[in-house]
């Protein structure tokens, strides 16, 4: 769900730039920008984490929680938000 492409691709380029190759700054920048391009569409997705934190959160009665800055990934058909659910030890069930 999570696309790490950008981040690699980033890596392997940063990689490139210190093994001297002349190619290596235009694949640099190139990562970078898809980096910011991922960035700044994960922060335009703060209303959809906050429906989510409302609709499952507030819902739940604290088995599911939402971090501060989840993971997010867009897709077509709408954001897959990352949460935390909590699965209780069935030895400590009644």
Request: charge should be negative; aromatic fraction near 6%.
């Amino acid at each position: 769900m999570i696309n790490f492409e950008p981040i690699e691709r980033l890596i392997e380029a940063a990689r490139a730039v210190l093994a001297n190759d002349p190619q290596s700054l235009e694949e640099l920048r190139e990562a970078l920008e898809e980096l910011e391009t991922a960035d700044s569409d994960a922060e335009g997705s703060n209303e959809a984490i906050e429906s989510a934190r409302d609709e499952f959160v507030g819902a739940s009665d604290e088995d599911i929680e939402i971090d501060e800055h989840p993971l997010v990934d867009l897709v077509p058909e709408g954001i897959w938000v990352n949460a935390w659910l909590f699965v209780p030890d069935p030895a400590f069930r009644d």
